[in-house]
């Protein structure tokens, strides 16, 4: 089945810093999708992406299928940025990377 | 619009006893999936259901079963719980599987087992 591994795991940043998340991926995939899950455990949908770029304000993501890795950029880092971020790929099953645990100091 | 909906929020069970968790997609989907997430860890797969047929399964043992009724809701049963089944149960829904469109979470279902 696919692997999916995210890194870092954990990142410490000062508010109103960048960063950058990545998710490698072992095989090509239909679907990619990064979520952000609050303090309450809610899965927070970011990006749906299976190729490409988008932006969604301070948010980017870019997904490189061919090369079979995603990124996502996170600008200008408010502590409410922070929790924890999943990408999860999509074949017969719905496979969850281990996340990025993101902690923004105010 | 509503989004997907799952109970109970909360619940205690004790060992060996069964519970069942409910969700409901959002309206125009008809796929639903359930996942197991334990604290620190990222969510696990556990079932997909399309048109009320399983399309995919996770490893998990036959203690848990789920079923997709014809208005695309669903339940997730766990018989014989263990203190390990204590986890937060999320369910998302989409238009289709695989290439099917985005995934939609619900906000869980958290259950401790004592």
């Known amino acids: 089945g696919i692997q999916v591994e995210q890194s870092p795991p954990d990142l410490i940043l000062q508010e109103g810093a960048n960063s950058t998340l990545r998710c490698n991926f072992s095989d090509s995939v239909n679907n990619l999708q990064w979520f952000h899950q609050n303090p309450w455990g809610q899965l927070i949908n970011l990006f749906y992406?299976?190729?490409g770029t988008k932006q969604n304000g301070r948010l980017s993501a870019t997904t490189v299928a061919t090369e079979r890795y995603s990124l996502l950029y996170i600008s200008s880092s408010q502590t409410t940025d922070s929790g924890v971020y999943f990408c999860a790929l999509r074949d017969d099953k719905i496979i969850f990377g281990k996340g990025t645990r993101l902690h923004i100091l105010p | 619009d509503a989004g997907v909906t799952q109970s109970p929020t909360h619940l205690i069970k004790t060992r060996g006893q069964h519970v069942t968790l409910r969700c409901s997609p959002i309206?125009?989907?008809?796929?639903v999936s359930w996942y197991q997430q334990v604290l620190g860890q990222g969510p696990q797969f556990i079932f997909q259901y399309y048109e009320k047929e399983e399309r995919g399964r996770g490893n998990f043992p036959d203690r848990f079963s789920a079923r997709q009724f014809p208005n695309y809701s669903s339940e997730l049963n766990v018989n014989a719980l263990l203190l390990g089944d204590s986890a937060l149960y999320l369910c998302?829904?989409?238009?289709?599987?695989?290439?099917?469109?985005?995934?939609?979470f619900g906000e869980g279902s958290r259950l401790t087992v004592l």
């Open positions: 992406i299976p190729s």
């Open positions: 309206s125009g989907h008809k796929s």
């Open positions: 998302a829904s989409s238009l289709g599987v695989r290439a099917g469109g985005e995934l939609f």
